[in-house]
């Protein structure tokens, strides 16, 4: 399931995000510092040092947002999220065809994270530069994002990917991994299906008994699924 998500920083957020990731003081280093032996070879951008203050400070207002948005969690179900990162094309940076690693040491805590879906959070309006599209490689074509500035898409890690040259302007994104309570695809999506159909329910007047079965029926699947 690929689903893109609105506003996950409104526009007062965004500016704070630019005017700090813009200024002359952002430690940006190369790219490949935090890439696997595959991506290496393509990687060509910059990523915000993930040890400095500014990454924990603009990550850990990504993360308190995150943190109420109902559709986010309804679609990941997230036990554990990457500390998130924050990387620049400029003209002439791309990343070429990769899959990212299965999984991730969290920084400090030594702690594994398994990596069931990718998030890239677009920091900048896309008419702001050329090129810089998130391209995902599934079995059945490509799909191409490259969405409004504060939104974010959300896309099962395992897919291989690519980001376009960027040919004008500079692209600013965040990313992060998140690790599911549910790990099996097909089981989070059912549950993402049914809390969705609940929701709809719930606002447009369903009989409480068929909603309290059906909120048990759910909460019954996820206790059975989830593997904390
Ligand atoms: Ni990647």
């Known amino acids: 399931m690929i689903l893109c998500?609105?506003?996950i920083l409104n526009?007062?957020?965004?500016?704070?995000?630019?005017?700090?990731?813009?200024?002359a003081g952002a430690p940006w280093v190369d790219g490949r510092a935090t890439a696997g032996y595959q991506?290496?070879?393509?990687?060509?951008?910059?990523?915000?040092?993930?040890?400095s203050a500014l990454a924990r400070q603009l990550g850990g207002a990504v993360l308190a947002e995150l943190e109420r948005n109902a559709l986010f969690i309804s679609a990941a179900l997230p036990q554990r999220v990457y500390p998130p990162l924050f990387n620049s094309y400029e003209a002439g940076m791309s990343f070429g065809s990769h899959v990212d690693g299965a999984i991730r040491r969290l920084p400090g805590?030594?702690?594994?994270?398994?990596?069931?879906?990718?998030?890239?959070?677009?920091l900048v309006a896309p008419e702001e530069y050329e090129g810089g599209e998130l391209v995902?490689?599934?079995?059945?074509?490509?799909?191409?994002f490259k969405l409004p500035a504060g939104d974010m898409v959300l896309y099962p890690t395992s897919a291989r990917h690519h980001v376009?040259?960027?040919?004008?302007?500079?692209?600013?994104?965040?990313?992060?991994?998140?690790q599911?309570?549910?790990?099996?695809?097909?089981?989070?999506?059912?549950?993402?299906?049914?809390?969705?159909?609940i929701?709809?329910?719930?606002?447009?007047?369903?009989?409480?008994?068929?909603?309290?079965?059906?909120v048990g029926v759910y909460h019954n699947l996820l206790r059975a699924w989830s593997e904390p």
């Open 5 to 7: 998500i609105p506003q």
């Open 11 to 23: 526009l007062q957020q965004l500016e704070q995000f630019r005017a700090q990731l813009e200024g």
């Open 39 to 51: 991506g290496a070879s393509v990687k060509h951008n910059r990523q915000l040092d993930e040890t």
């Open 109 to 122: 805590l030594g702690q594994a994270l398994r990596t069931d879906l990718s998030a890239t959070l677009f």
């Open 136 to 144: 995902l490689e599934g079995p059945g074509g490509v799909q191409r």
């Open 164 to 178: 376009t040259a960027v040919t004008r302007g500079r692209r600013l994104a965040c990313f992060f991994w998140i």
């Open 180 to 197: 599911s309570l549910v790990r099996q695809v097909v089981q989070r999506e059912q549950l993402f299906d049914l809390d969705s159909a």
């Open 199 to 214: 929701q709809r329910l719930n606002a447009t007047g369903a009989d409480p008994d068929s909603m309290v079965r059906l």
